[in-house]
């Protein structure tokens, strides 16, 4: 099982970023895909999710109008879409994948990638 991360970068204060979650070795149409972030000497905190279908999403509240988050299943890959980034935005960015459906808890993700770092400067 593999998941990649990239996409990630420095960004000036209401730049965007696409980041992409490209996966191997599971079937990535039964799987829902999960974003989170980790900043500096913080809990790792849930982002979005997305469906196995792409038909339902969920944001955290500091993100929602700003964050995107997508999916392809002919291609395998997920992904975040960021507009009007904000300094606390700064974080290593994982995504992950599940069989649970309707889950924001990280412990229920049973694959993670290694993370991207996203740094959005003032």
């Known amino acids: 099982v593999q998941l990649v991360e990239s996409g990630g970068g420095l960004v000036q204060a209401g730049g965007s970023l696409r980041l992409s979650c490209a996966t191997s070795?599971?079937?990535?149409?039964?799987?829902?895909i999960g974003w989170f972030r980790q900043a500096p000497g913080k809990e790792r905190e849930f982002v979005a999710r997305?469906?196995?279908?792409?038909?339902?999403?969920s944001y955290a509240g500091s993100v929602k109008g700003r964050f995107t988050i997508s999916r392809d299943n002919a291609k395998n890959t997920g992904y975040l879409q960021m507009d009007s980034l904000k300094p606390e935005d700064t974080a290593v960015y994982y995504c992950?994948?599940?069989?649970?459906?309707?889950?924001?808890?990280?412990?229920?993700?049973?694959?993670w990638g290694q993370g991207t770092q996203v740094t959005v400067s003032s």
């Open positions: 992950a994948a599940t069989l649970s459906i309707y889950t924001s808890q990280a412990r229920d993700y049973p694959y």
């Open positions: 070795g599971f079937t990535f149409d039964d799987y829902a």
């Open positions: 997305i469906n196995t279908r792409g038909t339902s999403t």
